[in-house]
C-alpha cells in the first residue's frame, strides 16, 4: 500500500468495471501480447483501449548484447585516446577489440 498522501482521489480509483466477451483465441492472442509487453492483462487491454500502442519488451539476449557492446565501445574509446594522446596501439589490441565487436554483432543478428 503506498505510503499515506500518496493514494489517489476518489476520482482516480479504477471502481467501473467493462465486461468483454472474446474467443479462446483472441483471449491467447491477448494474453501473449502482454505478457511480449510485460504487463498485466487488464493493464494491457486499458492501455489499447484508451489508444495506447503498447511495445514489445526487449528480449534478454539485446539487453545483455546491449551492455557487451558498451563495454567494447568503451575500449575502443580507451584505445582512440591513447592513440590521440601519441601513444603507440598495438595492432593486437585493435583487432582482439574488433573481433569482440563482430562477435557482439553476430549475435544480435
Known amino acids: 500500500m503506498p505510503p499515506k498522501g500518496h493514494r489517489k482521489s476518489r476520482a482516480e480509483v479504477r471502481s467501473e468495471r467493462i465486461d468483454v466477451y472474446v474467443t479462446p483465441t483472441e483471449l491467447a492472442a491477448i494474453n501473449e501480447a502482454a505478457e511480449t509487453c510485460d504487463q498485466t492483462r487488464a493493464a494491457f487491454v486499458r492501455a489499447c483501449a484508451l489508444g495506447a500502442r503498447p511495445q ?3 528480449a ?3 539487453a545483455d548484447a546491449i551492455r ?8 575502443l574509446n580507451q584505445l582512440a585516446k591513447q592513440a590521440n594522446a601519441g601513444f603507440v ?3 593486437p589490441a585493435v583487432h582482439a577489440t ?8 553476430r549475435r544480435l543478428g
Open 56 to 58: 514489445a519488451k526487449p
Open 89 to 91: 596501439v598495438s595492432a
Open 68 to 75: 557487451q557492446l558498451t563495454s567494447i565501445g568503451n575500449n
Open 98 to 105: 574488433l573481433d569482440a565487436v563482430l562477435s557482439a554483432v
Open 60 to 62: 534478454r539476449v539485446t
